[in-house]
């Protein structure tokens, strides 16, 4: 691949099985947002995706935008990779089929980033529900600029959006691209990039309205993620990383069955009701680790809080 310096963004994006209506509405919004410079590296990881003709016709009239389907799934990091490979922007940001860009994210993001001479910048989002209607607002909680701060959180949960990235290209070179981690490969690939001595900051302003989808990696196998996500928080307080083979994938065991039970008692209890279900969860192993992830979420955003009010 020639680095072509005429591009100036490259949005990596990839579909799985995401609703054609909500593919739609993030490639217009991609499509007003960018400049005419820029480029659009879509990535359709199920080659039985009912909506690629559809597609193929959406993106068919702006040539900024690039369609690739894999011969078989090869799951989320693979599929980011080989976008990259094919990307010739000097920078590179990620985006969800399903999310929908607030317009200025690009122009506001980079600026942030030269004016701060960082080398990652993320931004605040606004979640929103399936049919698109704002349901929260995460903005205000946190602001960074400078490894010292977002440390201090990180030590406990990512809280970088990945729909909101906009990288160095050098970046993602550096880290070799995204490494195998299931549902936590944006935790690794935001440690890898601080153990490497990048600079990373987050824009305060919501530049993104996030889809929240049950569906999400972070429902289904949220049990896995904490795993993975502990790991990955040993290397950052050891400053060394752990080899790929060594994480989890969709484990299936009580510790999962206990968790789950644990997070979904949870979600739907009254305020005494959570308090009951978390006192109960204590003498199982996977409630335990369900209350420690609880933990963890509050100590970083407390954190948070603190580095914006200083």
């Keep these: ?49 009912s909506f690629i003709n559809q597609l193929e016709y959406i993106v068919s009239k702006d040539e900024r935008f690039s369609v690739y389907i894999n011969e078989k799934n090869i799951g989320l990091s693979k599929s980011l990779n080989r976008a990259f490979q094919v990307a010739k922007g000097l920078f590179i940001a990620r985006m969800d089929a399903d999310d929908v860009v607030i317009k200025g994210r690009f122009s506001k993001s980079l600026s942030y980033l030269q004016k701060n001479s960082l080398d990652f910048v993320s931004t605040g989002i606004i979640e929103i529900d399936k049919n698109g209607e704002p349901i929260n607002q995460i903005s205000s909680n946190f602001s960074y600029v400078g490894n010292n701060n977002l440390i201090k959180s990180l030590k406990y949960q990512n809280m970088l959006w990945h729909p909101t990235w906009l990288i160095r290209r050098e970046v993602f070179e550096k880290n070799d691209g995204y490494r195998d981690i299931f549902g936590a490969e944006d935790y690794d690939f935001i440690v890898r990039a601080l153990l490497s001595g990048f600079s990373i900051g987050v824009l305060q302003k919501p530049l993104l309205y996030k889809r929240i989808s049950s569906k ?29 083979e060594d994480f989890y994938y969709k484990t299936y065991d009580l510790g999962r069955l206990q968790y789950d039970i644990a997070k979904d008692r949870f979600e739907i209890g009254s305020r005494i009701m959570k308090i009951a279900y978390l006192l109960r969860s204590v003498f199982f192993y996977g409630g335990r680790k369900f209350i420690r992830n609880i933990y963890l979420n ?5 954190i948070g809080k603190k580095e914006l009010k200083s």
Aim: aromatic residues 8%; negative net charge.
């Design 216 to 244: 999400a990696i972070s429902g289904k196998y949220a049990y896995v993620q904490f795993l993975n996500a502990e790991l990955i928080r040993k290397q950052l307080s050891t400053q060394k990383l752990i080899p790929a």
């Design 1 to 49: 691949m020639n680095l072509n310096e005429s591009v100036k963004i490259s949005v990596l994006m990839t579909i799985f099985e995401e609703p054609i209506e909500w593919v739609k509405l993030s490639i217009e919004s991609l499509a007003e947002d960018l400049d005419l410079g820029d480029e659009v590296i879509v990535i359709v990881d199920n080659p039985m995706y």
């Design 298 to 302: 509050k100590r970083a955003w407390s």
